[in-house]
């Protein structure tokens, strides 16, 4: 079945750097869009961009430029958020969730992964 | 700040029927952008429940609905059931931002 299993939580301190994993299965993993998705605590759904699985290039809304970075490794079908110079505001929980093929404004995301909990705290 | 709107909590007694707006604006659902819906249980990621404006996916049950017209979309759950208690979130596109955008979640409760 569609699959996406990411890594486990992380505590980070202040000015650290962290990287997520999302490793999906089940499909063709540079056929779909894949999205990142942040959610605060007890705080809503905001989108965070996406990368093209195909070419690699990422695109950041607003707000998530700087410090995000998105890349891959497709032998592994593997897409990571990479978070640099952490602040105590960027707690949260970091889900990927598959998008179109290929991304289109349409789109809605399904599957999403289990998410995964990034504390940052001195 | 979200730019698609809904109602923070919306509630019902077991058996009826409650709906959740989602209202946006010109340059995102009044622009024909589909609206998509995500059901997110407490504790657990969000899972796709309507996409297209109103198609459900396979294994979501019939008692949830989808609807749009102009700038507003809704939710709407039938025969509600205490497995329903979660939060709801609207999805679309926004063309101003260039991006997805999210509502602001409701917490549908059963009373």
């Known amino acids: 079945q569609v699959q996406l299993v990411q890594s486990g939580s992380e505590l980070k301190k202040p000015g650290a750097s962290v990287k997520v994993s999302c490793k999906a299965s089940g499909y063709t993993f540079t056929s779909y869009a894949m999205n990142w998705v942040r959610q605060a605590p007890g705080q809503g759904l905001e989108w965070m961009g996406w990368i093209n699985t195909n070419t690699g290039n990422p695109t950041y809304a607003q707000g998530f430029t700087g410090r995000f970075v998105f890349s891959l490794d497709t032998s592994v079908s593997t897409a990571y958020l990479q978070i640099s110079s952490l602040k105590a505001e960027d707690t949260a929980v970091y889900y990927c969730?598959?998008?179109?093929?290929?991304?289109?404004?349409?789109?809605?995301?399904?599957?999403w992964g289990q998410g995964t909990l990034v504390t940052v705290s001195s | 700040q979200s730019v698609l709107t809904q109602p923070p909590s919306v509630s019902g007694a077991p058996g009826q029927r409650v709906t959740i707006s989602c209202t946006g604006s010109?340059?995102?659902?009044?622009?024909?952008?589909?609206v998509h819906w995500y059901q997110q249980l407490p504790g657990t990621a969000p899972k796709l429940l309507i996409y297209?404006?109103?198609n459900r996916p396979s294994g979501v049950p019939d008692r949830f609905s989808g609807s749009k017209s102009g700038t507003s979309a809704s939710l709407a759950i039938s025969g509600l059931q205490a497995e329903d208690e979660a939060d709801y979130y609207c999805q679309s596109y926004d063309s101003s931002l260039s991006g997805y955008v999210f509502g602001t979640g409701t917490k549908v409760t059963v009373l």
């Open positions: 010109s340059s995102n659902i009044g622009a024909g952008y589909d």
């Open positions: 297209g404006n109103s």
């Open positions: 969730a598959r998008g179109g093929a290929p991304a289109m404004r349409k789109d809605w995301f399904d599957p």
